[in-house]
């Protein structure tokens, strides 16, 4: 239980090896990450007050410094720069066994010479706590987690979903201020990782501390998170809770990011006349609903800005040919889900994927090759300034 | 088709029945050395010479004589040697394991030009051969008084560290850094990190390491000739060649008797061990 406080926290990798690379001609950077003269930046600029009990999620793509910011919060890797604070205490040069923190690794790191019970017991043995205490906390984590029956077991004869409970249970059994995870469902089948998340879920419930969970999966961003994190190359991009940055994505990356299917983007020219704003794109013309409307102008959309729309594929309708600010096009695959059908569709302004519920499906067969038109729901579009890829919705 | 296989299965067959003859053989020879200790030990000192291969006949057979005599040669009492010996060897392969592993720990985990200068020393010294620095060390190791056999396991630690650091730094890079990082969060430092989880985790390549420096330090002869002021102090194999006496005459009953005990621990312990040298030797070399 505790307040973490991030400012402007900074995470610099010294560039050794540019010079050697720049003589053999390979200096040309491999990431969109920030190069300065001190190095590669890594994490840049993170700011976020997280509240005692909260779980915040950090959610992003490889290399977008997730990880590293975790690090630095458990006190694995070195600040460059800014403060990290827990309780309002400064923690920068605080070594990582005194920050009174927990870890969850992705891959378990649980010590192989110990049995179940040695690997529970052993943060509180070195807390010097009275041998009773120590056997109540390890089994009333094991009975949280269901790993009783396998207190005497090693770690090698555990299974991966057994192993990633033993993890979690070493990292509650000593009521931590800030539990940490680092992407701790990543190395579990499909089955499991669903089945480990309504698990955490519980979890949650029924132990109070702060959670910072990191992530590339965003569907475990979204259930999981009372905040989610969206970060792209070490800079935070957004912070809201699931339904906000699902709603009003600040940027276009954000808005890519969140959602499955993907949502489907097109270019368009913005017309702003007489409090009459529209978007025209070839084969496509619709007027935008006015409360979207007014969130454009208030956000500085003015008349014959390039933008790029942006609509969710459960946002669009199968729509009569021809009908008023309708997308005509020609089928190109169905993926059926069981619920929901995914099309994806061709059009002028190129694809769509579109989520039509199987119950919807009626009549209609969605072969290859068949015309197919569709409109947005009303005030799903999204808009996005094409220069700098911020929303104009928001 | 079926012909041919069978054929080919055949010709196999004779490839390996040939190479199982050509290996017994060569088992024979190796073995032949040790057999021939074991055999003479047991034979009257002029048997020896002319009956070297012959099992002992009830004629030739000297009981435990040649052990009561080479136990008992000369002024200076064998056990003695025997506890000397054992002194040096556990406290040079204790130093070793304790040492090497830390280093090794450290070497592997610090990414630094000073770690990699001593790493490649390490790798160096292994190729350099001992008759090469015989004297300059002795001479050292006279002036810092590590001529004794409480010091000389410091000795056997510079000698020792090239492989024993070689094979550990190979173990240590296989173990997850994760495992590591975990310890520092629940509230090791570094000294702990390595007796609570690193130490236990390098038990195979301890053993193996353990094993094989074991049977160097207990059967060198060279090094504690060259270093110890041998009238006060003599391991096994120092007090064996004294059995060799002036004028070229050599008790060889005896000295197959004092070979074949100071064989024996040596041969037992790697009996009980040897799975762990394979599995030390293989996990230092693949997984490093």
Redesign the interface.
Known sequence: MAEVTLRHIQKVYPNAERGSKARKGKGRPTTNLKVTDEGVVAVDDFNLDIADREFVVLVGPSGCGKSTTLRMV???EEISGGELSIDGRLMNDV???DRD???V???Y?????MSVYDNLA??LK??KLPASEIDEKVREAAQILGITEYLHRKPKALSGGQRQRVAIG?AIVRNPKVLLMDEPLSNLDAKLRNQMRAELIKLRQSINTTFIYVTHDQTEAMTLGDRIVIMKDGVVQQVGTPQEVFDRPQNIFVAGFIGVPQMNFFDATLSVKAGRVSLAAPGYDAVVPADVASRIEGNGGADGQDVTVGVRPEQLVISKSGEEGSLSGFVEVTELMGSTVHVHATTELGPFVLVVPTVDLGDASYLPGTPLSFRCAPGALHVFDRATGESLTR | MAGSNSTALKGERRTQRLLSALLAVVCVIWVLPVVSVIVNAFKLNTYVKTETFALPTAESFAGLSNFVTGMTFGNYPFWKCIAYSSLITIASTALILLFCSMAAWYIARVDSLFCKVVYFLCIFSMVVPFQMVMFTLSKTADMLRLNTPITIPIVYLGFGAGLAIFMFVGFVKSIPLEIEEAAAIDGCGPLRTFFLVVLPMLRPTLISVGILEIMWVWNDYLLPYLVLDINTYRTIPIHIQYLKGSYGTVDLGATMALVLLAIIPVVVFYLCAQKYIIKGVAAGAVKG
């Open positions: 458990a006190g694995l070594p990582a066994k923190i927990a870890m690794f992705q891959s790191a649980l010590y192989p010479h052993f943060p070195l807390r070493r």
